[in-house]
Nanobody, 124 residues
């Protein structure tokens, strides 16, 4: 499945952004869709995940209570609503899809499809 992210940008601390991950020419089917982020010089870290055919959501501790992952059936997207952004949230954000079970959804290597990434910069 081909994935395309959108919605990144430059915001100030405390602001919100909404990222979208679209499945182009296909659907997410039974895949798990995850959001990851990578800051310069750092590893790609798990942010959140959701199974397209189910309802459970999963979050990294660093974003729990601030970020919300959701499915938009009409637009065929998985969205990441990010509130109360801080400078530590600055990174390139990637969405990924794969046949991933819940216990393994935090590992980037378990996903087989990736988007090109969208830059999120939080700065005053």
């Amino acid at each position: 499945v081909q994935l395309v992210e959108s919605g990144g940008g430059l915001v100030q601390p405390g602001d919100s952004l909404r990222l979208s991950c679209a499945a182009v020419g296909s659907t997410f089917g039974g895949y798990t869709v995850g959001w990851f982020r990578q800051a310069p010089g750092k590893e790609r870290d798990f942010v959140a995940a959701i199974r397209w055919s189910g309802g459970n959501t999963y979050y990294a501790d660093s974003v729990k209570g601030r970020f919300t992952i959701s499915k938009n059936w009409a637009k065929n997207t998985v969205d990441l609503q990010m509130n109360w952004l801080n400078t530590d949230d600055s990174a390139v954000y990637y969405c990924a899809a794969g046949n991933v079970i819940a216990s393994s959804n935090r590992r980037p290597s378990n996903y087989h499809s990736w988007g090109q990434g969208t830059q999120v910069t939080v700065s005053s």
